[in-house]
């Protein structure tokens, strides 16, 4: 019976597969608002201006987010190493003539450490010591979160507290921090590097495709005079950052442990592939994963449509022979034994896949485009400034031959604006 059951899985699972196979692509006409199934019930949550950058406040966040107070450190020895300025100005109404100022507020605002993160037994296994100025804030952590929290903007003092602005900030500890993964509460300044370029790369590239999708503003990398460890195995030893983004909303019960919407409609399903293929023409994928089975589509979205967390993306020069999108119910611990055996992709019940697609359907992409491949940004040491060059320079270059290579205007990105 068991064989016969499982064949019977393994029949439907080809069925569908190949049904969604065949799915129309979508037109781009049709993709505003396409990717707008993480909002849930609109009417409940609220109207799209308050989820816009910039205009997220206090009052209503905590009235649909479920978080808790929290005291937090601000730190000594800070610098923004890498920021945009413009982006920060235009969505928070300050003078993007006033660099200065404008970079002084970043850090008044946001380069804090949350007091769980200052436990001196964590010295050494989380990090190096952290030296704090005295000065102290309450900042607010939503369930959920992990090594990210948000802050209240200093420069809203003649507002209601209610009323003042948020940002979000990455890097700034967590409840109970430990060597695990990505659970040592800090950022590397390596991640925050790369989580500022992919989300501004990601801008010229959807630009390129004529897409109608937009990027979740980040505004500033913060370099802390503390450590932090990527391994579990090893000592405190990688120059630790902060990222400010703007403050959002997340997709809630819609997002799974890997970051991918449970997705209901075949369209929804079709256009993220779409976009993962496009993506590959210039060599970048959102898959963290290398191996022939775990090219797994890992996009995620606020609440009003905007991609965020590019941690998992990366440049390669060539893809494996397919990739797939996955929903899931429930269960972490099916999706590790998923990540080491696919084989149970078709037989667990509770764990299906959305979509394949494999290197023999027309559309696959296993090679970047060669004039369009961004292989500047290729190597493990691509976006540190060479000796003499300071990050924002270095991040200049790059982004301004991204410019000339894609054959499109530097007036048309303002994040450029400072470039020369």
Same mark, same amino acid.
């Given at each position: 019976?068991?064989?016969?059951?499982?064949?019977?899985?393994?029949?439907? @699972?080809?069925i569908?597969?190949?049904?969604?196979?065949?799915?129309?692509?979508?037109?781009?006409?049709?993709?505003?608002?396409?990717?707008?199934w993480?909002?849930?019930?609109e009417?409940?949550?609220?109207?799209?201006?308050?989820?816009r950058?910039? &205009?997220v406040? &206090?009052?209503?966040?905590?009235?649909?987010?479920e978080a808790?107070?929290?005291?937090a450190?601000?730190?000594e #020895?800070?610098?923004?190493?890498?920021?945009?300025?413009?982006?920060?100005a &235009?969505?928070?109404? $300050?003078?993007?003539?006033?660099?200065?100022?404008?970079?002084?507020a970043?850090i008044?605002c946001?380069s804090?450490?949350?007091?769980?993160q200052?436990?001196?037994?964590?010295?050494?296994?989380?990090n190096?010591?952290?030296? !704090?100025?005295?000065?102290?804030?309450e900042?607010? /952590? +939503?369930?959920?979160?992990?090594?990210?929290?948000?802050?209240?903007?200093s420069f809203? *003092?003649e507002?209601?507290?209610?009323? /003042?602005?948020?940002?979000?900030?990455?890097g700034?500890g967590?409840?109970?921090?430990?060597?695990?993964?990505h659970r040592?509460?800090? =950022?590397? =300044?390596?991640?925050g590097?790369?989580d500022?370029?992919?989300s501004?790369l990601?801008q010229?590239? $959807?630009?390129?495709?004529?897409?109608?999708?937009?990027?979740?503003?980040?505004?500033?990398?913060?370099?802390?005079?503390?450590?932090?460890? !990527?391994?579990d195995d /090893? *000592? %405190?030893?990688?120059?630790?950052a902060?990222?400010?983004?703007?403050?959002?909303?997340?997709g809630?019960?819609?997002?799974?442990?890997?970051?991918?919407?449970?997705m209901?409609?075949?369209s929804q399903?079709?256009a993220?592939?779409?976009?993962?293929?496009? =993506?590959?023409?210039?060599?970048?994928?959102?898959s963290?994963?290398?191996g022939?089975?775990?090219?797994?589509? #890992?996009?995620?979205?606020?609440?009003?449509?905007?991609l965020?967390?590019?941690g998992s993306?990366?440049?390669?020069?060539?893809?494996?022979s397919?990739?797939?999108?996955?929903?899931?119910?429930? #269960?972490?611990?099916?999706?590790?034994?998923?990540?080491?055996? %696919?084989?149970?992709l078709?037989?667990v019940?509770?764990f299906? +896949?959305?979509?394949?697609?494999t290197? /023999?359907?027309?559309?696959?992409?296993s090679k970047? #485009? %060669?004039?369009? @491949?961004?292989?500047? @940004?290729m190597?493990?040491?691509?976006?540190?400034? +060479?000796?003499?060059?300071?990050?924002?320079e270095?991040?200049?270059?790059?982004m301004?031959?991204?410019v000339r290579q894609?054959?499109l205007?530097?007036?048309?990105?303002?994040?450029l604006?400072?470039?020369d």
């Amino acid at each position: 019976m068991s064989v016969l059951r499982d064949f019977c899985f393994f029949f439907l @699972f080809l069925i569908t597969s190949a049904c969604t196979s065949r799915s129309t692509p979508v037109d781009q006409t049709e993709q505003k608002g396409l990717l707008g199934w993480l909002r849930g019930d609109e009417q409940s949550f609220g109207d799209s201006e308050s989820l816009r950058p910039g &205009r997220v406040v &206090r009052g209503e966040f905590l009235s649909r987010v479920e978080a808790r107070p929290e005291v937090a450190h601000f730190l000594e #020895n800070v610098e923004v190493v890498l920021a945009d300025p413009e982006a920060f100005a &235009r969505d928070f109404g $300050l003078n993007p003539n006033d660099q200065e100022g404008l970079l002084g507020a970043l850090i008044d605002c946001c380069s804090y450490m949350v007091e769980s993160q200052l436990n001196r037994d964590l010295i050494g296994v989380t990090n190096t010591e952290i030296r !704090t100025t005295g000065r102290t804030t309450e900042v607010l /952590r +939503p369930i959920g979160y992990g090594r990210a929290s948000v802050a209240t903007v200093s420069f809203d *003092d003649e507002r209601t507290l209610q009323k /003042r602005r948020l940002l979000d900030v990455k890097g700034t500890g967590w409840l109970n921090p430990s060597r695990a993964s990505h659970r040592t509460g800090l =950022l590397t =300044l390596q991640e925050g590097l790369k989580d500022f370029y992919f989300s501004k790369l990601l801008q010229i590239v $959807l630009a390129k495709e004529k897409r109608d999708i937009k990027v979740l503003p980040t505004y500033a990398v913060i370099a802390i005079d503390v450590k932090t460890t !990527t391994n579990d195995d /090893r *000592d %405190p030893a990688e120059p630790a950052a902060l990222l400010v983004r703007a403050a959002h909303y997340r997709g809630g019960k819609n997002v799974n442990l890997s970051g991918i919407p449970y997705m209901r409609e075949p369209s929804q399903v079709q256009a993220l592939l779409e976009l993962e293929l496009a =993506l590959r023409k210039y060599g970048i994928t959102s898959s963290a994963r290398e191996g022939p089975h775990d090219q797994i589509v #890992n996009f995620q979205f606020s609440r009003d449509d905007r991609l965020l967390d590019f941690g998992s993306y990366h440049l390669r020069p060539q893809f494996a022979s397919g990739l797939v999108l996955l929903r899931s119910r429930q #269960n972490s611990a099916t999706w590790k034994e998923f990540v080491k055996n %696919p084989e149970v992709l078709g037989s667990v019940s509770w764990f299906s +896949p959305a979509r394949l697609v494999t290197s /023999r359907e027309e559309g696959f992409v296993s090679k970047p #485009n %060669p004039e369009l @491949f961004l292989a500047h @940004f290729m190597g493990e040491n691509a976006l540190i400034p +060479p000796s003499g060059s300071t990050h924002q320079e270095h991040f200049c270059s790059l982004m301004l031959k991204t410019v000339r290579q894609l054959e499109l205007q530097k007036q048309s990105f303002d994040f450029l604006d400072a470039c020369d």
